[in-house]
C-alpha cells in the first residue's frame, strides 16, 4: 500500500514557475512508475506526465513538452513536477499517481488514469492572465 501526498500549488502569474512535489510513504517506491495528471475546471482528469521507474524514461502529453519536468528521488520517495511558462490553460487540480508493477498493454499505457492504483488528494495550481 502506499499513500500519496501532494504539495506546491498555488496562484501564480502567466509566463511563471511552480514546482509541485509528491511525498510516497509504503515499501517499494522504486517499483512504481509514477505520474502527475491534472483535472482542469469542469473537464475530465488528463494525463500531463510520468516516469519510469529508475528515472531514465519520462512522458509527456504535447501540451506540457518543453515546459514541465517530472523527476524522482527514490531514495526519498518524492517525485516533482517543475513546471516553467505556465498558462491560463495549465490551471488545474494536479494529481500524483502511482502504478503498480503489473502486465500493461499498449505503448502509451501510462496515459490512462485506470492503469494507476494510488492517487494522491491533489494540489490546485491556478494561473491568473
Known amino acids: 500500500q502506499v499513500q500519496l501526498g501532494e504539495s506546491g500549488g498555488g496562484l501564480v502569474q502567466t509566463g511563471g514557475s511552480l514546482t509541485l512535489s509528491c511525498a510516497a510513504s509504503?515499501?517499494?517506491?522504486?517499483?512504481?512508475?509514477m505520474a502527475w495528471f491534472r483535472q482542469p475546471p469542469g473537464k475530465e482528469r488528463e494525463f500531463a506526465a510520468a516516469?519510469?521507474?529508475?528515472?531514465?524514461?519520462?512522458h509527456y502529453t504535447d501540451s506540457v513538452k518543453g515546459r514541465f519536468t517530472i523527476s524522482r528521488d527514490n531514495a526519498r520517495n518524492t517525485v516533482n513536477l517543475q513546471m516553467n511558462s505556465l498558462k491560463p490553460e495549465d490551471t488545474a487540480v494536479y494529481y500524483c499517481?502511482?502504478?503498480?508493477?503489473?502486465?500493461?498493454?499498449?505503448?502509451?499505457?501510462?496515459?490512462?488514469?485506470?492503469?494507476?492504483?494510488?492517487w494522491g488528494q491533489g494540489t490546485q495550481v491556478s494561473v491568473s492572465s
Open positions: 499517481a502511482a502504478h503498480s508493477p503489473k502486465v500493461t498493454y499498449g505503448m502509451t499505457w501510462y496515459e490512462s488514469q485506470y492503469e494507476y492504483d494510488y
Open positions: 516516469i519510469m521507474r529508475d528515472g531514465d524514461i519520462a
Open positions: 509504503g515499501p517499494d517506491f522504486s517499483t512504481y512508475v
